[in-house]
């Protein structure tokens, strides 16, 4: 069975098309198609990243309290882009307002 969003193109080929994330679950199950689909271990993937293949199993499983800074490393190592859908309108002032909130930039 493949995460939603996937559809099945040929016999060992699954291609990519929007899919749903709602939950930490299906973030798992898109982490590790990903992952197969390349031909990499857990192992192979926590080398590469750093992280230890104990975290990478409990993302895959679906661990609703990993932290979301090395979450979104495996996924950027794994060539995986989040995308956000806001469902409001976001006015321009208020973004740059946001913007200039923070006092360190964390992450950027």
Known sequence: MFPSGYERTERWRVRESNVLVDNMA???????ASRLAQGLTRDDVAIATGLSPKFITHIEAGKP????????????????????QVSVDIPADVSTKALHRRRTPHGR
């Open 26 to 32: 299906a973030l798992g199950d898109l982490v590790r």
């Open 65 to 84: 309290t990993a932290q979301i800074g090395k979450v979104l490393h495996l996924l950027g190592e794994l060539g995986i882009t989040l995308r956000a």
